[in-house]
């Protein structure tokens, strides 16, 4: 702990660590925990923890913030075409390089400069702290996508900047983390489905656990600067989440662009368009565009032909336990 990080950055067991740095390869620096709620992050977090929670603001940033697999590229692509004024051309710059990840090097470090035999495969190799100098360095208005919990992010975000909090049924969040660990080299994750079930429940995923992170967006959803979303608004409703999103961020649309920027934002128009497909991080070797590609299937409920009964059982009384009135706030739990 130190005056410019307040928490506590402790290691896991080593125990557990050993099982961690096996059945995923890519964590060579293995895992940590920031107290007191327990996030959990690679070793390599700890060279960042600082930077990011004293991250400089400016008062036209906007951020996408999102536990991960939760709709945060869906939700990029409608705010940062909603802040350019719909500018469909610039659009098909990468997402990635308009909307920068912002804690991107904590994921990246442990594999590119620690594992050798990787590094060789890799086309480009992104040097420490790249990414966060891409955001330093953007213009004005700055877009960021982060999944950090609101603890870790700095103190006065919401006093200073905008910012968008996407979330999604924790059930059909873990399938989609799931492939995404399974196709990252930087993750690496050996096991099947139900091994990485276990290591959901129990919050030794990056960014768990979820129900705090959560908790901590729920608690500010009444400051004017933050907008709370859901992964099944956009899907039932996507014109009436272009419009509240609009408003929030001051822009006027009509319906015509309302309905084109629907047309753009649809599942199968994303999964087509190498702009947010992640095919650009795939060509520097990054990730393996299989288990069904970066935007894989776009759907809400999809857990249903993953979960086996006791997995809907324990599930459930997960939720119950640690999400306390919460699932029910987002009718995830009837
Ligand atoms: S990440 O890696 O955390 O930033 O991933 P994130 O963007 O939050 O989530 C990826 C999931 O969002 C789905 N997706 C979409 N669903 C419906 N419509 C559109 N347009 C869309 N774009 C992305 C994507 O397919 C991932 O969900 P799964 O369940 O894996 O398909």
Not at 27 to 50: D, E, K, M, N, T
Not at 99 to 112: I, R, W
Request: with cysteine; proline share 6%; glycine share 6%.
């Amino acid at each position: 702990m130190s005056s410019d990080f307040p928490y506590a950055i402790e290691p896991l067991e080593e125990k557990e660590n050993d099982a961690i740095r096996k059945d995923f390869t890519g964590y060579l620096s293995g895992a940590v925990r920031v107290q007191p709620q327990g996030y959990f992050f690679q070793g390599i977090y700890r060279q960042y923890a600082h930077r990011y929670y004293n991250l400089s603001l400016r008062p036209t940033d906007v951020f996408v913030a999102s536990y991960p697999k939760s709709g945060t590229t869906w939700t990029q692509e409608l705010v940062w075409l909603l802040i350019h004024n719909l500018d469909y051309e610039g659009a098909k710059v990468p997402l990635d390089d308009r909307f920068p990840f912002v804690e991107a090097d904590h994921v990246l470090d442990a594999l590119v400069f620690q594992r050798p035999e990787l590094k060789a495969k890799m086309k480009s190799t992104p040097e420490p702290g790249e990414r966060l100098a891409q955001v330093t360095k953007l213009e004005d208005p700055r877009c960021i996508k982060t999944h950090m919990p609101f603890s870790l992010l700095p103190p006065k975000i919401l006093d200073t900047c905008k910012v968008i909090y996407v979330a999604r049924d924790p059930r059909d969040v873990v399938v989609s983390y799931y492939h995404h660990h399974r196709m990252w080299i930087t993750h690496g994750f050996q096991g099947d489905f139900r091994a990485f079930f276990d290591y959901f429940l129990k919050d030794q995923v990056m960014w768990s656990p979820f129900w705090d992170h959560l908790r901590e967006a729920w608690e500010r959803r009444s400051h004017p600067n933050l907008l709370i979303l859901t992964y099944d608004q956009l899907k039932e409703d996507l014109p009436a989440v272009i419009r509240k999103v609009a408003g929030f961020l001051g822009k006027e649309v009509s319906q015509e662009e309302i309905e084109n920027l629907t047309k753009h934002l649809h599942f199968d128009s994303m999964k087509s368009n190498p702009a947010v497909n992640a095919v650009a991080e795939a060509s520097t070797g990054l990730l393996d565009l299989k288990e069904g590609g970066f935007v894989r299937k776009g759907k809400s409920g999809g857990w249903k032909d993953y979960f086996e009964e006791d997995m809907k059982e324990r599930f459930h009384a997960w939720m119950a336990e640690k999400g306390g009135s919460l699932p029910k706030e987002f009718k995830w739990m009837k």
